[in-house]
């Protein structure tokens, strides 16, 4: 069945109650001639646009991530064509991408007028220079040496010569590798205890990561050891002598490796009764060595306050001894006496009595002595004396300290 609409002829066909269209072979070779030079005007301005972007390009294919470990020397390739249409001066820059959007990028080397600038930025000075002594000629790589974790960054390769341009970025990072880690264990080391064992580094990129090992006896680690690979630590509980060896820590990352070795000796615990009887015992020697140097010292004490008792006690019975001067002087009182008693006649010696005798004055006697120079008694023969009328009269003794015998 056909149906003519306007001036196309299709033809209809009915199915199962459907209504379809079928085009003619006249109508299908219309359409595809359209289509075709659609099709051709593409392929003609995709070859237009192509012709205009063959000019400066940037070849190299290898990856934009670089991971490096410090101290390693790292080439940023960044490989480059020219076309005849690119006929300004060749420059070359790579720079330092900033990470803050508001701050500028820093400039690093620089290719210029056929000379190479390599001392714009401090930080790479003296480290980074051209791969190639000849820049021009299509490589523009440029070479980190001696790399520090402080030249991680993003840096970009930027190629003019106008009218081309390009530019490409590569994302370094500069990773460290574990500093030498510091091993040793906390806790006592005696059996029935817990004690833990760390492993640190003070350098190192992270991930950090850090694995235990024995290297002695089984080399298997205690079965209740409980590991922490980020911290760093092993936890042994209820530490037996079985634990007793030498363990390994290593410390990792992506860049390296370090190890230390920590000695683990675990011993049974001492006899704490001994040691409490030992020490009570000490304790009670110095309080009886105490006890007795006190009890000498208050002996010693008494003993000479004693002694000074007794001797004060001795001059307080005994009356201290006139002096000799005083002595001296009763004496001479007495001589006088005698020589007085010597020149009384008969007539008058009964007024001599007994009674004027006891009336010498006991005050002679309690004077001070008179520091005069007292003149030495005369001596009188006793013939003498019976001429001058002298009479002999008993005078009492005295003894040393004045009193009379």
């Known amino acids: 069945m056909q149906r003519q609409t306007g001036e196309r002829r299709v033809s209809v066909k009915q199915s199962r109650g459907k209504v379809v269209f079928i085009p003619t072979p006249l109508i299908w070779l219309k359409s595809r001639a359209m289509d075709f030079s659609t099709s051709c005007l593409c ?13 400066l390009q940037i070849t190299s294919t290898g990856p934009t991530s670089i991971e490096k470990a410090s101290g390693e020397t790292v080439k940023l390739d960044c490989q480059f064509t020219l076309s005849a249409e690119d006929s300004g001066p060749l420059d070359i820059e790579w720079s330092l991408q900033p990470s ?12 210029s007028g056929d000379r190479a600038f390599e001392h714009y930025y401090e930080p790479l000075k003296g480290r980074v220079h051209f791969n190639s002594p000849d820049p021009k000629n299509g490589d523009a790589s440029m070479n980190i040496m001696g790399l520090k974790a402080t030249d991680t960054g993003t840096y970009q390769c930027k190629v003019k010569k106008v009218p081309g341009i390009s530019s490409r970025k590569f994302l370094l990072t500069v990773m460290v590798r574990p500093s030498k880690p510091k091993c040793y264990a906390e806790g006592q080391t005696h059996a029935g205890k817990d004690m833990v064992l760390r492993c640190s580094s003070a350098e190192g990129t992270q991930p950090l990561q850090y694995i235990w090992e024995r290297t002695t006896g089984n080399k298997l680690l205690p079965p ?4 922490d690979p980020v911290g760093g630590t092993m936890s042994l509980r209820n530490a037996t002598e079985a634990a007793s060896g030498t363990y390994k820590c290593i410390a990792k990352n992506r860049i390296g490796t370090e190890e230390c070795l920590v000695e683990v000796n675990i011993t049974q615990p001492p ?3 001994g040691i409490i009887a030992a020490v009570v015992i000490c304790i009670l020697l110095f309080l009886i060595l105490l006890a007795l140097l006190l009890f000498c010292f208050c002996r010693a004490r008494n003993k000479k306050k004693y002694e000074k008792e007794i001797a004060y006690e001795i001059r307080e019975d005994v009356p201290p001894p006139k002096s000799r001067v005083s002595t001296a002087r009763s004496f001479t009182s007495v001589g006088s006496q005698r020589s007085s008693l010597g020149s009384m006649s008969p007539s008058n010696l009964h007024e001599y009595t007994k009674s004027q005798y006891d009336k010498i004055p006991s005050e002679e006697y309690e004077k001070p002595p008179s520091h005069a120079p007292i003149p030495p008694p005369s001596r009188m023969a006793g013939p003498n004396l019976s001429r001058m009328g002298a009479i002999a009269v008993m005078v009492p003794a005295q003894n040393r300290d004045g009193s009379i015998v």
């Not at 392929?43 to 000019?55: K, P, R």
């Not at 508001?102 to 400039?107: D, I, L, N, R």
């Not at 209740?224 to 590991?227: D, E, I, Q, R, T």
């Open 43 to 55: 392929l003609i301005n995709v070859i237009l646009l192509a012709g205009s972007a063959c000019g």
């Open 100 to 111: 803050d959007n508001q701050k500028e990028e820093k400039v690093v080397i620089v290719y």
């Open 224 to 227: 209740l050891a409980v590991l």
């Open 271 to 273: 006899n704490n009764a």
